[in-house]
């Protein structure tokens, strides 16, 4: 990439989610416009409603409707129910069926997911310029790595982050007659291969960015739902890139611009969406035949009826055929450990699974057998740290859905080496959220993606056809970080939060001194914001989330950071009682300060009439509350709306040494959040 200019978050949160999220949210937050208004999801970007049928140089026509086939995988009912939740305009939910059908394995020998030729760049020699492109934005997002293990203090790698790259328009972009071009039709240039996903027009939308925004959440929401729900596609590298090129067509004798969205494919960096490992068709013709090759054994020694018996058979196989992977750098992994392959052929040593390889052959053998299995991500861990994970919810005959976790119910053991350590177990599976192992709830232990949007687990443990409730919760004081805790007075969040927290160096086993000067055992001394902390504490910008817990590492909703700050200038009471939303109610805690934000010109909100208090805050809506809460300085009139706040927080150190690289439509955490106003406001 020649020149980075952004990195931006998803995730999960689905994001990212998951993780939107996400990594991988249905609705992921979308910035403010120029015009400072900030975008909801209510203007969806702009199709291209052009009756034109024939395509232009470099593109191929789009691909026929394939005879729908019962096929040997599809999307079942609970995936397209979960789908559902989504909320997907049609563009994203086109794509998404173009992933599914791209790979099946009735029509492997044209797949364009399989295919050689779809990685294989055009010479240059037979393009020229046909189009005018005013640039090219490249958005990747990588799937973060699940790792943690019940048995390891296994420290959590990165969250899913999206980067975005603004590049010259290179001849392969040019060549293309994007006037021509619909959803669905595969552009192949020397600088990229790829499927035409949407276009959004810029030419006379003062919604632009906003709308280019949502559009990039919502197709990598289609994407993410792709890998969460076909997870038998095993030679995808998790890695999915976009390419927007911003052109001009010409209709009619008008000429206008339009931001046109691609799946990549392949491009001249070297990036393809295949794994390295399955960089060749023969590779993955290869591995479906050992794929089929092993569920069919599996399946072979399963009951052939009874829900209850067939969940265990599968238990006991993946965790007696594999041992959880014992490589001393788990982020360097090969992908058949991350994937549904490695667990279905049973994999030990350095090519074991992890949490990811578990819980998707888990699901792929589900799905084989009819049983409804989704797969669940978040945060998981005991009193020595959470870290990012990922298991299964399953639903019985009993219509509850209940958690499964395969990783920890293969434990290792240390001194044991190789597939059975004798320790294998079924205390992780068909739990109900309530249900106490180890003296944890599995609610308090597993602490799911709220992005994600999956079915809420029944609250005892599914046994013998009946759900059947654990044992007495242990106290809430002796819960690990993360914990849904009671409401505390004066604390930042509502009673029921739930309170994710990043594992790493902060969580590892032992006390943390808490730094000077505040209560906080979650803020060690040294750290880049103890002195921030200390201040906002002292200056009752915020109590944290309990008497001794600050939670530095998690988001805030727009509601708590607007609140931050009116505190942080001294509480100043609005001028006037008019309120313009609706979403902001008398007696919420954030009224004054939304009220005296919208009169200082802080905030527009959301959409007509709405602010989205509980809609977590981004680092750019931060920064830029924070940049026209002291007037503006150094405004350059830039288009993007967040670029002279940021260019003028990183001139004068706001952002130096922070938890991320700052990434403007990702969430912002709570550490960061009072080191720049602490940085702005106390210099």
């Given at each position: 990439?020649?020149?980075?200019?952004?990195?931006?978050?998803?995730?999960?949160?689905?994001?990212?989610?998951?993780?939107?999220?996400?990594?991988?949210?249905?609705?992921?937050?979308?910035?403010?416009?120029?015009?400072?208004?900030?975008?909801?999801?209510?203007?969806?970007?702009?199709?291209?409603?052009?009756?034109?049928?024939?395509?232009?140089?470099?593109?191929?026509?789009?691909?026929?409707?394939?005879?729908?086939?019962?096929?040997?995988?599809?999307?079942?009912?609970?995936?397209?129910?979960?789908?559902?939740?989504?909320?997907?305009?049609?563009?994203?939910?086109?794509?998404?069926?173009?992933?599914?059908?791209?790979?099946?394995?009735?029509?492997?020998?044209?797949?364009?997911?399989?295919?050689?030729?779809?990685?294989?760049?055009?010479?240059?020699?037979?393009?020229?310029?046909?189009?005018?492109v005013s640039f090219v934005e490249v958005v990747d997002y990588e799937e973060p790595l699940y790792l943690?293990?019940?048995?390891?203090?296994?420290?959590?790698?990165?969250?899913?982050?999206?980067?975005?790259?603004?590049?010259?328009?290179?001849?392969?972009?040019?060549?293309?007659?994007?006037?021509?071009?619909?959803?669905?039709?595969?552009?192949?240039?020397?600088?990229?291969?790829?499927?035409?996903?949407?276009?959004?027009?810029?030419?006379?939308?003062?919604?632009?960015?906003?709308?280019?925004?949502?559009?990039?959440?919502?197709?990598?929401?289609?994407?993410?739902?792709?890998?969460?729900?076909?997870?038998?596609?095993?030679?995808?590298?998790?890695?999915?890139?976009?390419?927007?090129?911003?052109?001009?067509?010409?209709?009619?004798?008008?000429?206008?611009?339009?931001?046109?969205?691609?799946?990549?494919?392949?491009?001249?960096?070297?990036?393809?969406?295949?794994?390295?490992?399955?960089?060749?068709?023969?590779?993955?013709?290869?591995?479906?035949?050992?794929?089929?090759?092993?569920?069919?054994?599996?399946?072979?020694?399963?009951?052939?009826?009874?829900?209850?018996?067939?969940?265990?058979?599968?238990?006991?196989?993946?965790?007696?055929?594999?041992?959880?992977?014992?490589?001393?750098?788990?982020?360097?992994?090969?992908?058949?450990?991350?994937?549904?392959?490695?667990?279905?052929?049973?994999?030990?040593?350095?090519?074991?699974?992890?949490?990811?390889?578990?819980?998707?052959?888990?699901?792929?053998?589900?799905?084989?057998?009819?049983?409804?299995?989704?797969?669940?991500?978040?945060?998981?861990?005991?009193?020595?740290?959470?870290?990012?994970?990922?298991?299964?919810?399953?639903?019985?005959p009993d219509r509850n859905w209940y958690g499964a976790d395969i990783t920890w119910d293969d434990p290792?053991?240390?001194?044991?080496?190789?597939?059975?350590?004798?320790?294998?177990?079924?205390?992780?599976?068909?739990?109900?959220?309530?249900?106490?192992?180890?003296?944890?709830?599995?609610?308090?232990?597993?602490?799911?993606?709220?992005?994600?949007?999956?079915?809420?687990?029944?609250?005892?443990?599914?046994?013998?056809?009946?759900?059947?409730?654990?044992?007495?919760?242990?106290?809430?004081?002796?819960?690990?970080?993360?914990?849904?805790?009671?409401?505390?007075?004066?604390?930042?969040?509502?009673?029921?939060?739930?309170?994710?927290?990043?594992?790493?160096?902060?969580?590892?086993?032992?006390?943390?001194?808490?730094?000077?000067?505040?209560?906080?055992?979650?803020?060690?001394?040294?750290?880049?914001?103890?002195?921030?902390?200390?201040?906002?504490?002292?200056?009752?910008?915020?109590?944290?989330?309990?008497?001794?817990?600050?939670?530095?590492?998690?988001?805030?909703?727009?509601?708590?950071?607007?609140?931050?700050?009116?505190?942080?200038?001294?509480?100043?009471?609005?001028?006037?009682?008019?309120?313009?939303?609706?979403?902001?109610?008398?007696?919420?805690?954030?009224?004054?300060?939304?009220?005296?934000?919208?009169?200082?010109?802080?905030?527009?909100?959301?959409?007509s009439g709405t602010f989205s208090p509980e809609r977590p805050c981004t680092r750019g809506q931060v920064?830029?509350?924070?940049?026209?809460?002291?007037?503006?300085?150094?405004?350059?009139?830039?288009?993007?709306?967040?670029?002279?706040?940021?260019?003028?927080?990183?001139?004068?150190?706001?952002?130096?040494?922070?938890?991320?690289?700052?990434?403007?439509?990702?969430?912002?955490?709570?550490?960061?959040?009072?080191?720049?106003?602490?940085?702005?406001?106390?210099?």
């Open positions: 990439m020649k020149k980075q200019i952004i990195s931006l978050f998803l995730a999960a949160a689905l994001t990212t989610s998951l993780l939107p999220a996400a990594p991988w949210a249905a609705a992921a937050a979308a910035g403010e416009t120029a015009s400072a208004q900030e975008s909801g999801f209510s203007a969806h970007p702009d199709r291209d409603g052009s009756a034109e049928t024939e395509t232009g140089p470099m593109a191929e026509p789009a691909a026929e409707p394939k005879d729908e086939i019962v096929a040997h995988f599809h999307t079942n009912a609970i995936d397209r129910e979960w789908l559902d939740h989504l909320h997907l305009p049609d563009y994203a939910l086109d794509l998404y069926s173009i992933l599914v059908r791209e790979s099946e394995e009735e029509h492997l020998p044209s797949d364009i997911l399989a295919v050689d030729s779809s990685f294989t760049l055009r010479g240059k020699q037979n393009e020229h310029t046909f189009s005018q943690a293990e019940q048995a390891l203090p296994v420290t959590g790698h990165t969250l899913g982050q999206e980067h975005i790259y603004i590049l010259d328009a290179k001849l392969g972009d040019k060549a293309v007659d994007y006037g021509a071009l619909s959803e669905g039709s595969v552009v192949k240039t020397s600088s990229f291969n790829g499927i035409c996903i949407t276009s959004v027009t810029r030419t006379g939308n003062p919604n632009f960015d906003a709308d280019l925004a949502a559009a990039r959440e919502y197709v990598l929401a289609a994407c993410q739902a792709f890998d969460r729900t076909h997870p038998e596609v095993f030679w995808l590298s998790g890695h999915t890139r976009l390419r927007i090129d911003v052109a001009e067509i010409t209709t009619g004798g008008q000429t206008v611009q339009k931001a046109f969205f691609f799946y990549v494919l392949a491009d001249d960096s070297g990036f393809t969406v295949r794994d390295s490992a399955y960089s060749g068709f023969g590779a993955i013709q290869a591995g479906i035949q050992r794929r089929d090759d092993a569920i069919r054994t599996i399946l072979s020694a399963v009951p052939k009826s009874g829900e209850e018996a067939q969940v265990k058979a599968l238990n006991a196989w993946l965790t007696q055929h594999n041992e959880y992977n014992t490589s001393t750098d788990l982020n360097a992994i090969g992908i058949d450990s991350r994937h549904c392959l490695g667990a279905l052929t049973g994999s030990v040593g350095t090519r074991g699974p992890v949490c990811e390889g578990y819980s998707k052959a888990f699901k792929v053998l589900c799905d084989q057998l009819g049983i409804p299995c989704l797969l669940e991500t978040g945060y998981a861990g005991t009193n020595r740290g959470m870290g990012l994970h990922m298991w299964n919810e399953v639903e019985m290792v053991v240390a001194g044991v080496t190789g597939a059975r350590s004798g320790r294998e177990n079924e205390k992780y599976l068909l739990v109900g959220s309530g249900t106490v192992i180890d003296k944890l709830r599995f609610d308090a232990s597993h602490q799911a993606e709220p992005e994600n949007q999956n079915p809420q687990l029944s609250a005892g443990a599914y046994v013998g056809g009946s759900t059947v409730l654990g044992d007495a919760p242990v106290p809430l004081g002796s819960l690990p970080a993360g914990a849904i805790q009671a409401a505390v007075p004066g604390s930042d969040l509502p009673a029921g939060t739930v309170q994710p927290v990043v594992s790493g160096s902060d969580l590892s086993a032992g006390a943390v001194q808490p730094a000077p000067g505040q209560p906080f055992n979650d803020v060690p001394a040294g750290a880049y914001y103890a002195d921030a902390v200390g201040w906002a504490l002292k200056k009752g910008i915020t109590a944290g989330i309990s008497p001794d817990t600050f939670a530095p590492n998690a988001g805030c909703s727009r509601g708590q950071v607007v609140t931050f700050l009116w505190r942080a200038m001294g509480k100043p009471a609005p001028k006037r009682d008019a309120n313009p939303f609706t979403d902001v109610k008398s007696g919420d805690y954030f009224r004054p300060a939304i009220l005296w934000a919208v009169e200082q010109g802080i905030t527009t909100g959301t959409a920064i830029t509350f924070l940049w026209r809460a002291l007037g503006k300085p150094e405004n350059k009139g830039s288009s993007l709306w967040y670029a002279d706040a940021v260019n003028w927080a990183e001139r004068h150190g706001l952002l130096a040494g922070t938890a991320q690289a700052f990434t403007p439509d990702g969430a912002c955490p709570r550490a960061d959040i009072i080191t720049y106003l602490y940085r702005a406001l106390n210099q």
